[in-house]
């Protein structure tokens, strides 16, 4: 991170009336996101700020860049005409659990497959917030709402683990109320080349509140956020008294004095296989217990925009014919005097 | 008979032109062999038009009628204007081609059967009682038939191709047979093959050597022995090349591209039958192109929007069911007043519909087929060769006006090819656009939604560009600042101002010219890829004494202007259309003109001779 601070938070906010809810973490992910973008070396107009619908889908018009609210879902797939328009743009797709999981669930997948250069951020809060509370593809199941009102039937999904199943080269948590950890987050995705994905959880403090009470309330966080740091073993508790081993039948939260320190499985996203960060990422489901937050996987892939733009450079070193007049006469012609 | 075989061959019978149907198993390979025909006709100099017609499945059933794929070619020593309404000449490589396709033989044509094919088995699965090529059923035809199996095999015998593989040249046996009849130039089909398959590889070889079989047979057999001369057409001076719609449209997109000096960018997903425009484009990336197939249709729109957003010339094709897909994309890049050119080759619908087949039926959704008020320049390709210049076109105004534009192109256009007199490709016109780099307001602000006085066009201020920076989307933006805004009277505004926008390109497309007298007793009014049969029938009405006029639409919003006023001269309109009436619909609505619609919805193209009884029908009816 640079110290020449060129911009201040004031240069990131567009001057539109922010219009959330009062109490809603999205202002504190706007406040981080602004503060993060503010320290930055890198041009305002650089970055592109692309949204599909619902509530965190307003956030492009509150951050002074070039931006578009799109359409319900569609935003991964926008965004990587943007990326792969001009690779030098920073493009940050902002979405929901609705938006990104339900009616866009297919082209957030496929980005991360395919490594388009996107940061992914998405704020979920287990509910629709935009249509006032109806249960989304990560609210729990039995979950009682105005569409459930005998309970919700969908197993929810477990975005980290969506993501990791989709193969994505950079996966992270993070939650709206630490604001140290979601900055840290925010420049690990944003170092990283490819598709990074962040899920942040986000309090709905009118229709879903306190959904993630166990990992920001006083009480109970310490005893339940799990930090993953990389090249640490994975403890955590007030005294790190517990940890986590990672086995054939998946990852398990043990007492550290049960299996010795050296037992305790020792972090590392930079593994090939996403099968370890998989197990980490079943570990909670919801959150109804301890949950790990940060980085799951880091992963070097090409990027499909280095990828393309690789394609085009070669196609022109070997053919140099590039006229109409050369493409008709290779597909041959003929003269009527 | 007998004594005919002992005389010297007879000198070919000339004739102007001739239509010949390609016509058997999908795997029989009639696509490639009314291809190579058609370009050894082009090489030869004939004007010419195809009507290429293939079933949706890859392999249906062998030898069932649902899997026959047939490949019509025109070929003419005059300039025509369609693929001929009925054939003179039907190779049936099998009974289930002959069943399906004789109805569109000429009375007196002439019928080339692969013999081996008809047998019991194969009769039974075309539904023959009895075989049609002995039992005197087909007394009104001349029938010829010839063992191409039998003789594919002995040719190929030393080529090192083996096994049922060896039965793949039949086609190629058929071509060879057909090009001896008609006279055509034989060195194009080996240079072909020997680039297709590899100089002097086993299926170069057999493919080669049934060909020579085929033309042979035809010189040494007897029954044969009466050959046809189409002489060179008398086209027009100029360079030509032989071109599919599909085609067309791609080198259309790629020039526009380099006259606009962008980047195309196309998003697409692969359907029939728009999917060669995709790979057309994604082999040219020498041309500095993207191409990016995504991963459905609302992705391939979405990207391109992306891409226009970022500045490039975004396209996205497709047909009927991924034009349905991509409307809120298209809605939003209308709100975003942003270019973007979709493409819809047109298929036979509602849903699955019939995927191979054409028809007109998109139009409605074209025009409206979009949620709220939400109109946009339409525009359609008159035949296989314009499908270039419409692409051009739709560049133009979707740059010019900063609004998504669809192009309404179909199957037929898609596939079917004619000669195509080339332009002057240093010569085509210059598309002129220009992205913001200043502020335009007051103090160093930019308004995104400042519009031009002309053109009503808001800036292209592209991400980058310092000092621009701005937020679009989809809620209804405030005039100028392009922020959101729910207030009614902009929103009213606003409406009208996109409304007009697009209707303000009627002042910038040329005049319709009427093809035919200002005083004729029916106007006929066509759009789209019926341009062809829709001239030849209304000449055909007017050699038969009748006095008939014509009016093509290139442009389907805005309509030109002088279009109410040609409509207004005429007691009589006749609106031939491949839907039930759509068309129709639109001229009655905003000219309050009498129109009455000729409609076809068989998956197949207009004849000429459809149109030419329609407009008898009306001219003698006294109401």
Same mark, same amino acid.
């Given at each position: 991170m640079t110290t020449d601070t060129r911009y201040t938070r004031a240069d990131f906010q567009?001057? &539109?009336?922010?219009?959330?809810?009062?109490?809603?973490?999205d202002y504190t992910i706007l406040a981080s996101v602004q503060n993060f973008l503010a320290s930055?070396?890198?041009?305002?107009?650089?970055h592109v700020f692309i949204s599909g619908i619902g509530?965190?889908?307003?956030f492009p018009y509150y951050v002074n860049t070039y931006g578009m609210h799109s359409i319900h879902g569609r935003a991964p797939a926008i965004a990587t005409g943007v990326a792969l328009a001009d690779p030098d743009l920073t493009v940050w797709v902002i979405t929901g659990d609705g938006d990104?999981?339900?009616?866009g669930g297919n082209h957030l997948i496929h980005a991360l497959r395919r490594n388009v250069n996107l940061k992914i951020l998405l704020f979920n809060n &287990?509910?629709?917030?935009? #249509?006032?509370g109806q249960y989304s593809p #990560?609210?729990?199941?039995g979950k009682r709402t105005k569409t459930s009102p005998?309970?919700?039937l969908d197993h929810p999904f477990n975005p980290v683990s969506l993501a990791l199943g989709a193969e994505a080269t950079f996966v992270a948590r993070t939650i709206d109320m630490d604001r140290e950890h979601t900055t840290e987050m925010l420049q690990a995705a944003y170092e990283h080349k490819g598709t990074s994905f962040i899920e942040i959880y986000q =309090?709905? =403090?009118?229709? =879903?509140?306190?959904?993630f009470q166990i990992l920001t309330g006083r009480q109970e966080r310490e005893a339940n956020r799990i930090y993953l740091e990389a090249g640490k073993p994975i403890v955590f508790g007030k005294d790190n008294e517990m940890g986590v081993v990672v086995g054939i039948d998946g990852a398990q939260i043990v007492k550290v004095e049960d299996v010795g320190l050296d037992a305790i499985q020792i972090h590392d996203?930079?593994?090939?296989?996403p099968g370890v960060a998989f197990a980490l990422s079943r570990l909670a489901h919801g959150p109804s217990g301890p949950t790990p937050i940060g980085v799951f996987r880091q992963v070097e892939r090409a990027t499909y925009g280095d990828l393309m733009v690789s394609q085009i450079d070669d196609a022109k070193a070997r053919n140099k014919a590039t006229s109409i007049s050369d493409l008709v006469q290779q597909h041959g012609t003929w003269t009527v005097e | 008979m007998q004594e005919e075989t002992l005389s010297p061959p007879k000198p070919p019978e000339k004739r102007d032109r001739v239509v010949i149907r390609f016509a058997g198993d %999908? +795997?029989?390979?009639m696509q490639l062999a009314g291809t190579r025909f058609t370009e050894s006709s082009a090489a030869f100099g004939n004007d010419l038009a195809t009507f290429p017609d293939y079933p949706? $499945?890859?392999?249906?059933?062998?030898?069932?009628l649902a899997g026959v794929s047939s490949f019509q070619v025109h070929i003419a020593d005059w300039d025509i204007l369609?693929? +001929?309404? $009925?054939?003179?000449?039907l190779v049936a490589m099998n009974p289930a081609a002959l069943k399906s396709n004789i109805r569109d033989v000429v009375a007196g044509g002439l019928i080339l059967a692969? $013999?081996?094919? *008809?047998?019991q088995r194969n009769l039974d699965k075309a539904g023959y009682e009895s075989n049609p090529l002995t039992d005197? %059923?087909?007394?009104?035809y001349h029938v010829m038939t010839a063992p191409m199996e039998k003789l594919t095999k002995l040719a190929v015998a030393d080529s090192g191709v083996k096994g049922? %593989?060896?039965?793949?040249s039949k086609n190629f046996f058929a071509l060879g047979l057909i090009s001896w009849m008609f006279n055509r130039p034989t060195e194009p089909i080996y240079e072909w093959v020997q680039k297709k398959f590899g100089e002097g590889t086993p299926v170069a070889e057999a493919n080669i050597e049934a060909f020579r079989a085929g033309f042979n047979f035809g010189n040494t057999t007897e029954e044969f022995h009466h050959t046809y001369e189409i002489l060179p057409a008398k086209l027009p001076a100029g360079t030509y090349t032989n071109i599919t719609g599909n085609q067309a449209l791609a080198w259309g997109l790629v020039a526009a591209a380099k006259s606009a000096g962008l980047t195309l960018f196309l998003g697409s997903y692969p359907i029939t039958p728009a999917t060669s425009i995709l790979e057309e484009i994604a082999r040219l990336?020498? *041309?500095g192109v993207k191409t990016f197939q995504a991963e459905d249709e609302i992705a391939g729109v979405g990207v391109s929007l992306g891409a226009a957003f970022t500045g490039h010339l975004a396209v996205t094709t497709t047909s009927g069911p991924g034009v349905a897909l991509k409307s809120e994309t298209m809605s939003l890049a209308l709100m975003t007043e942003l270019p973007l050119i979709l493409v819809d080759v047109q298929r036979a619908?509602? %849903?699955?519909?019939?995927?191979t087949k054409v028809e007109q039926s998109d139009l409605m959704m074209a025009l409206y087929?979009?949620?709220?008020e939400a109109p946009l320049p339409v525009l359609a390709p008159s035949s296989p060769s314009d499908a270039f210049a419409i692409a051009m076109e739709a560049a133009r105004i979707a740059l010019k006006y900063m609004t998504p534009v669809i192009l309404l192109s179909d199957g037929y256009l898609a596939n079917g090819a004619e000669p195509w007199r080339l332009p002057d490709f240093d010569d085509l016109p210059p598309i002129d656009i220009e992205h913001a780099? $200043?502020?335009? +307001?007051?103090?160093g602000v930019f308004y995104p939604?400042?519009?031009?006085?002309?053109? +009503?066009a808001r800036p292209w201020a592209i991400p980058?560009?310092?000092?621009?920076e701005h937020r679009v989307g989809g809620l209804e933006k405030e005039a100028l600042t392009g922020n959101v805004s729910y207030d009614p009277d902009n929103h009213e505004m606003m409406t009208a101002a996109r409304a007009a926008k697009v209707d303000g390109i009627a002042n910038d497309i040329p005049d319709l010219e009427v093809f035919?007298?200002?005083?004729?007793?029916i106007l006929v009014v066509s759009w789209g890829s019926t341009y062809g049969s829709v001239r030849a029938g209304v000449n055909n009405a007017n050699k038969a004494g009748y006095s008939a006029a014509h009016v093509h639409l290139?442009?389907?919003?805005? *309509?030109?202007?002088?279009l109410g006023d040609i409509l207004a001269r005429y007691d009589k309109v006749l609106v031939p259309e491949l839907n039930l009436g759509q068309l129709t619909a639109v001229l009655r609505a905003k000219y309050l003109t009498p129109a009455v619609t000729l409609s076809k919805v068989q998956g197949a193209p207009f004849m000429a001779n459809e149109v030419t009884k329609k407009i008898v029908d009306l001219l003698e009816d006294p109401s």
């Open positions: 567009s001057g &539109q009336e922010v219009k959330w809810c009062p109490g809603c973490g930055l070396d890198i041009d305002r107009e650089k509530c965190a889908s307003r990104g999981l339900s009616i &287990q509910i629709y917030g935009l #249509t006032k #990560t609210s729990e199941a005998m309970g919700s =309090n709905c =403090n009118v229709f =879903n509140d306190k959904a996203p930079a593994r090939p296989s | %999908s +795997g029989d390979g949706a $499945e890859i392999r249906a059933p062998q030898g069932t369609t693929h +001929g309404d $009925e054939a003179d000449v692969n $013999e081996d094919a *008809f047998d005197g %059923s087909l007394s009104n049922r %593989s060896v039965l793949r990336k020498h *041309f619908g509602p %849903s699955t519909g019939l995927p087929g979009r949620h709220g780099t $200043e502020p335009n +307001g007051p103090n939604y400042a519009r031009d006085e002309v053109t +009503g980058g560009t310092p000092g621009l035919g007298a200002d005083d004729a007793d290139r442009h389907l919003n805005p *309509f030109p202007k002088n």
